[in-house]
């Protein structure tokens, strides 16, 4: 049952997601992978997500759930996706308002925040092994992409110079953007 | 004994019909407007929640961004649900909660269907090929940010101890649930947390 297992899929990411939206690209990864989509997928859908309004999370739930199961299954993994939240802000709202104050609790979360930023470190690496080295898992041999690596040195320093330049970050869809338009500059005429 | 008193009064008070469509309406909006999830949202909350609406005042919005920090979920979902409850009970809250989450819904499904035609496309294939090494290029800048804050050497390893393990076991194809490094993290905080209690604990004895 596709369904049921998309809303319980979500629903465990929604309730694992600390940190906010990127700390579930881990998650997402994980289970997409599970469901038979690929990495380069994977990343066209955060792509999508990153630059279109709306949480990342939730952008996500409905791309993947479309993916597998239509527009039931975009709702079913929203829904997911959403619940584990709403279900605790209310409880925190209406009966625990002391929760974040015992020291266990900010125990507990101080202990998951390195472990999200590993996470998150660790899933851009391998996302770089498979974008510019071609490498999934030690079966599949290394072929280097330098037209992938070039546009992430570009990337790289078009937000390094905007930064030193303008004094403020730069907007994550002017650099996607810029990086589609590469892409069809190197891979459409310099083949 | 007061939040009793208050989730009483907030149950009591029956939320007006113009207020239940102006929480709709606003949260649709920011839902509608924000590009860039969680972090982009909260200054379009506050403008919204505390500048213009004054539906809270600026510590009561603090005290918002710290719980939807720290609870599961994304930030967006929890201020909206917070919002929608301190508004307007169960229901305000419910109607937050979809007012941000639709136009994004709305969105991503209408390009969901296109997306794979679109990407038959021999140009757009290769624009996102392009795009994607921006995306690592995203998520790697999402985790240096976040690599800046952690400053304890015990944080250090464990985060060094998680990208290891996670690179190693992706390359050689070994399942290890994500989960399961997040509960080992939270094990880690509480295990540290009680440890440096004991220790103190001695310490008191001792110079006693």
Redesign the interface.
């Known amino acids: 049952m596709i369904y049921l297992e998309l809303f319980l899929t979500f629903f465990?990411i929604?309730?694992?997601?600390?940190?906010?939206?990127?700390a579930?690209?881990?998650?997402v990864r994980?289970e997409a992978l599970n469901f038979g989509l690929t990495e380069?997928e994977i990343?066209?859908f955060?792509?999508?997500?990153?630059?279109?309004?709306?949480?990342?999370?939730?952008?996500m739930a409905?791309?993947v759930g479309?993916?597998q199961g239509g527009?039931l299954g975009?709702?079913v993994a929203?829904l997911g996706?959403?619940l584990?939240?709403?279900i605790?802000?209310?409880l925190?709202?209406?009966?625990l308002?002391n929760l974040?104050k015992y020291?266990?609790v900010n125990?507990?979360?101080?202990?998951?925040?390195?472990?999200?930023?590993?996470?998150?470190?660790?899933?851009?690496?391998?996302?770089?092994?498979s974008?510019?080295l071609g490498?999934g898992?030690?079966?599949d041999g290394v072929s280097f992409d330098w037209?992938?690596?070039v546009?992430?040195g570009i990337?790289?320093a078009t937000?390094f110079g905007y930064k030193k330049w303008k004094k403020k970050a730069v907007?994550?869809?002017l650099?996607?953007v810029?990086?589609?338009?590469?892409?069809?500059v190197?891979?459409?005429f310099l083949k | 004994m007061l939040f009793k008193k208050e989730f009483i009064m907030e149950k009591k008070s029956k939320p007006s019909l113009r207020l239940l469509w102006e929480l709709f309406f606003t949260l649709f909006k920011i839902g509608l407007f924000t590009f860039g999830g969680g972090y982009a949202m909260i200054a379009l909350f506050e403008s919204e929640f505390v500048s213009k609406k004054k539906w809270m005042d600026h510590e009561e919005f603090l005290n918002m961004v710290a719980i939807a920090e720290s609870t599961p979920g994304p930030i967006a979902i929890n201020s909206a649900t917070y919002i929608g409850y301190k508004q307007a009970g169960v229901l305000g809250s419910a109607l937050c909660t979809l007012g941000v989450v639709l136009p994004s819904f709305t969105i991503i499904y209408i390009i969901s269907i296109f997306f794979d035609a679109f990407l038959a496309i021999s140009w757009v294939a290769s624009a996102f090929r392009g795009i994607q090494a921006c995306v690592v290029f995203l998520i790697l800048n999402a985790g240096v940010k976040m690599l800046k804050k952690i400053k304890r050497p015990l944080d250090i390893a464990v985060m060094a101890a998680t990208i290891l393990c996670v690179v190693l076991f992706s390359v050689f194809a070994i399942k290890f649930s994500t989960i399961f490094y997040i509960l080992i993290g939270a094990a880690i905080g509480l295990a540290s947390y009680f440890i440096a209690k004991l220790k103190n604990k001695e310490k008191e004895e001792s110079t006693k």
């Open positions: 465990k929604g309730l694992f997601t600390i940190g906010g939206g990127y579930m690209i881990p998650l994980e380069s990343m066209n955060i792509a999508v997500s990153e630059s279109t309004p709306g949480p990342i999370a939730v952008n409905t791309f479309s993916s527009i975009s709702a929203t996706v959403v584990p939240s709403f605790i802000i209310l925190i709202s209406a009966l308002k974040l020291a266990g125990a507990a979360l101080s202990g998951v925040r390195p472990v999200v930023a590993g996470l998150i470190l660790a899933t851009s690496i391998t996302m770089f092994l974008v510019v490498l898992t030690i079966d037209r992938a690596a546009i992430l990337v790289w937000s907007s994550p869809i650099l996607i810029t990086s589609g338009v590469l892409g069809v190197f891979y459409e």
